[in-house]
């Protein structure tokens, strides 16, 4: 053992004079890898056995997708996105308090790691902790819970575990307590809007609370979920306790939305989309990209999208549900038309705007300030480019505005002036002078403001831009998720929300051929002609 660093010698040495397991086990554990394999390959036959047996404990101590594929012995698949449903796991079996909320498609591993795996490790990790699972049937909670409890029972000497022989109930089972402690942890399982009077978790798991798209689709069961969520199954945290949603998306107001409506700044959101929709996918794909190429392929998922058709797969394999339909605009004049960044690159265009469209008017649909950008080939095919719109201060909303303008090389910055907007002109103005200050706009010259004020009724502004809409001359450039439900959703005779409004304003200014400084084709009708 001469050649052995000097820790590495103290620890064969001590291994083989004093096989105790905690001193083995302490200083075996600090070792990096290849310290560890060098060990093991010096050790003696028995000790090496040992060795194996406590390189198994510190992979399953790792993640629950490392203890899977020990108990599994490899069948248990593992995937990036299941790495990261692992590491929440990991975050709140050290003690971390979070509210986490992973959107994922169907047929993609996330219920067997959240609510069989996931529940399994974490009770090994904390045996004295108790974790709360609810889906939408009691029926299928249990069969998640039955796994658990089946799981400690084959494999208890390997987990280090044992079930409570008084309480192993599927629904509702005990673990022993461990050495020198009387608390016992355990697990209790329940349909959505089942009793969980006198029961209480650290960890609770709540995965697809609704059965399907009907009972999505029900305004009265998303209700009930609804309240019982926030008076049943939230009241049960223990002190510091995490909550774990996951589902597919089958409704905007599903509970995901609902929670995401009412108190997104709790929440950590992990969105994992079949098909990557942006740059900023948490996984680093690129868009287009599939989320377990392995299993379903960029091919597989198309096909997959064809044959379920746009909603199903917006809602189901997006994580974007798409509300039914209004009065104006039509999905498919959005969603066969879009266009990805790549596909833009080779486009010219010969204008480029920018819409704001102030909050105000009252009702909750003017909450928002409307900031939305875009440009027009020589073709007359218009472009919408980007949806900056927020609950923005009067100062911020001009910045914005700004920046998108520089951004977007635009030529001119429409206000409506309907309410406030003398105000929102000045702040645009103002704006751009502060940016001039900061060197932010590059030398540019500030584009020309074009107030416009709606004295039309909208359905007169809407009408037109929706039917260009139909003719397939207007693409989105990526996804607007926000936008696209507000024109989709939208009603002749209700309020029109903001972004909806600006990218009205943006369309009429950039679809008008007298308005452009290159002529394209007229509109025979002239229906583009005081819209205003």
């Known amino acids: 053992m001469a050649e052995l660093p000097c820790r590495l010698r103290a620890l064969m040495t001590t291994a083989v004079r004093d096989l105790t397991e905690d001193a083995l086990t302490v200083r075996y554990r600090s070792l990096p890898a290849d310290e560890r394999r060098t060990v093991a ?146 697990m209790v399982t329940a349909g959505v809007g089942g009793s969980l009077t006198g029961k209480g978790f650290s960890l609770g798991v709540i995965d697809d609370p609704f059965k399907g798209s009907d009972d999505a689709g029900s305004p009265a069961q998303r209700q009930r979920v609804w309240d019982w969520y926030r008076s049943v199954f939230y009241t049960r945290r223990a002190p510091g306790a995490s909550i774990v949603l996951i589902n597919t998306r089958w409704h905007e107001d599903d509970l995901s939305g609902r929670i995401l409506e009412t108190e997104p700044e709790n929440w950590t959101l992990i969105d994992l989309p079949a098909l990557s929709l942006s740059d900023t996918d948490p996984l680093g794909r690129a868009p287009g990209e ?67 469209d102030p909050s105000g008017g009252g009702g909750t649909a003017n909450d928002e300030s409307g900031i939305v950008g875009g440009g027009r080939d020589a073709n007359g095919h218009c472009y919408l480019l980007a949806d900056r719109s927020g609950k923005h201060s009067a100062d911020e909303r001009g910045r914005q505005t700004c920046l998108l303008a520089i951004e977007l090389h635009a030529d001119a910055i429409i206000v409506e002036t309907n309410y ?52 397939a001359t207007v693409h989105h450039v990526g996804e607007f998720q926000k936008l696209e439900t507000q024109m989709v959703t939208w009603v002749p005779g209700m309020d029109s929300p903001d972004r909806m409004d600006a990218a009205v304003h943006l369309l009429t200014e950039l679809a008008d051929p007298a308005a452009a400084p290159v002529a394209a084709t007229a509109y025979g009708d002239q229906r583009l002609r005081g819209r205003r």
């Open 420 to 471: 406030g907007g003398d105000m929102a002109r000045q702040n645009v103005v103002q704006a751009w002078q502060q940016l001039e200050r900061e060197g932010a706009t590059s030398g540019a010259l500030m584009p020309r403001i074009i107030s416009v004020n709606a004295k039309q009724g909208k359905r007169l502004r809407a009408e037109p831009i929706a039917q260009i809409y139909e003719q």
């Open 41 to 186: 390959r010096l050790a003696t036959p028995d000790l090496r056995l040992r060795l194996a047996h406590l390189e198994r404990q510190m992979a399953m101590d790792r993640s629950p997708g490392a203890m899977a594929t020990v108990i599994t012995e490899g069948r248990e698949k593992q995937a990036p996105h299941l790495d990261m449903i692992d590491g929440v796991f990991q975050r709140i079996a050290a003690g971390e308090r979070m509210q986490v909320m992973i959107t994922c498609p169907p047929r993609h591993g996330k219920s067997q790691r959240a609510s069989r795996w996931g529940p399994l490790w974490y009770l090994r990790r904390n045996p004295t902790e108790r974790v709360m699972l609810a889906s939408y049937g009691a029926e299928l909670a249990d069969d998640h819970g039955r796994w658990v409890r089946d799981q400690l029972r084959a494999h208890h000497d390997l987990l280090g575990v044992r079930l409570d022989p008084g309480s192993h109930a599927a629904n509702r089972f005990d673990l022993e307590a461990p050495r020198g402690s009387s608390i016992r942890g355990g």
């Open 290 to 356: 599939a989320l377990w190429p392995e299993q379903y392929d960029e091919e597989e998922l198309l096909r997959t999208k064809k044959a379920v058709g746009e909603r199903v797969w917006w809602a189901l394999y997006q994580q974007q549900p798409r509300p039914l339909e209004g009065g104006t605009w039509s999905w498919s004049w959005i969603t066969d038309n879009r266009l990805t960044r790549e596909q833009f690159r080779g486009i010219d265009l010969v204008r480029t705007a920018v819409a704001l």
